[in-house]
């Protein structure tokens, strides 16, 4: 969740720093702080609770002699409260090493007791301190900070990303990572570490990805990466393939506003160029037939909104590919001792490729002997490369922290791979695939036509409701997870009781929360393509209007079934069964943006909550 910078160079770093921690803000923080070694070989730090415009005005108040070698973190509290001191950096070594951390370590309390019955003393309640403090240690006893990193990594058991710097050794930041993203920005006589691309995409877009277990050092001219051995590892280089403007608001109102704009945009950039000649070619997935042609199950497995699109992805893949589809919470995977394997293919989603429940069930399903594939829009990221197969979804950065247009882009890489791998296994005719895929290419301008007919009137209703305390969401089929989806958008950035519920479950207790005026949105089907389930779908309105709730119809353009028993009808353009969710959803995601921004709240950053969970 936190935001980690690392930078050496000719450059004063302090503003580096700050603007990289500022990239960061979309992963969820409650404090910040910066440390710098100057050029008198002092080392400098400032740390305060709070957003950063609290550091950054502590610094123009009290500033720090700036110097060219630094690290600056954004902290989301886990040990002990967001303070002062419990803000990062965390010193040690007589205040001569400073040490930055994500992640958790799981052995800090024993840890702990070893460094205190040695006569250590502690400022903070963090684990990180600690970690610090052994650092320290090793430090003193090597002299040398990556041979005193190896040695304090043997120690630590959890999650971590750990950066830190020391004043007798200037131009130098060494990082080491387990279970938590750390990659490296190379520059042109200066170096950078960030827990993602954005950290330091203004400034570069030359990246190396780390591996699991590995410890990188850079300094203004070189960049080593070892193994918490010490063998020296190949690291994978990648291009970013966006810049520094596309992670701005761009004069939009918040980046949740901006990215549900560009969710035309995400869905048409993860078709391109995997379509040609009316068939699905996925770059990604050459040379791996083999793979898909030898399993006889697929569970997909996610958390939060990618468990959602997940949902979705299941009735393509079964529909198409003739595979048999679990969806699983990531969370709950590896603990029930599922029966996996070589014939069995886990696909995993996350935004972020870094989510740690996610990470957590790849690796047990690779050592359960299952194939592995992601879904990820993040280059360079950990899961990615523990799996046996990518798709990228290129959506483009997502700032903030309730997802939108990732969501349908893992919606449309879903659709892509069902494709395929109908083609590979011969479940799917060439003809078939080609009119599948001239519905997909047509969804863009569709979802364009959404946001254009239908967002003034959805912020307008929004607006009038944000007294509200609770709306539930109904669908069927493929509207079930998008009402699922809808529920979550609303309580993510609204704080109001949401629930989304399959409608044929009405009668099966749910009906019990009907009162009068209680919102209700309903994902209507469509009454061409599936006539029996809007019927359904319809008659579930009477018996919920008959108890006095207010509705709110999500239904295809031309159906007039709706109008009597509808108080809002939110249109969307026809499609067929499969594709009328990423069509249906657009209207949620405005709506639950529409309500937050109406009663004052941050869309972008939620409260409690964190773009990128990197711990279990």
Known sequence: MCGIIGYVGPRPSQDILISGLARLEYRGYDSAGIAVIDGEGSLGTRKRAGKLQVLRDDLAAHPLTD??????????????????????????DDDKLAVIHNGIIENFSELKSELVAEGYTFRSETDTEVAAVLLGREYQASGDLTQAFRATVSRLEGAFTLLALHRDQPGLVVGARRNSPLVIGLGDGENFLGSDVAAFVEHTRHALAIGQ???????????????????????????????????????????????????PEAVANTIRGRVHDGLVQIPE????????TGIDRIIVIACGTAAYAGMVGKYALEQWARVPVDVELAHEFRYRDPVIGARTLVVSISQ??????TLMAVKYAREAGAKTLSICNTQGATIPRESDAIVYTHAGPEVAVASTKAFVAQITALYLLALHVGRVRGALTDDAIAEQVSQLEAVPEKIARVLASEQ???????????????????????????????ALKLKEISYIHAEGFAAGELKHGPIALIEPGQPVFVMVPSPTSSPLLHAKVVSNIQEIRARGARIIAVAEEGDAAVLPFADEVLRIPLAEPLFEPLLAVVPLHVFAMGLATAKGLDVDQPRNLAKSVTVE
């Open 67 to 92: 110097g060219t070698t630094g690290i600056g973190h954004t902290r989301w509290a886990t040990h002990g409260g967001p303070t002062d001191a419990n803000a990062h950096p965390h010193l040690a």
């Open 285 to 292: 997935l050459e040379g791996l037939d083999e793979l898909f």
């Open 213 to 263: 277990d590995e410890i990188v050092a850079i300094t203004p001219q070189e960049v080593t990466v070892t193994d918490f051995s010490g063998a020296a590892v190949e690291v994978e280089p990648f291009e970013v393939v966006w810049d520094a403007a596309a992670a701005d608001k761009g004069g939009w109102s918040s980046f949740m506003a901006k990215e549900v704009s560009e969710e």
């Open 352 to 357: 972020s490729g870094e989510t740690m429940d």
């Open 456 to 486: 003034e009137h959805i912020e307008q209703f929004a607006h009038w409701m944000a007294d509200t305390r609770s709306v539930i969401f109904l669908g069927r089929h493929v509207g079930y997870p998008i009402a699922l989806e809808g």
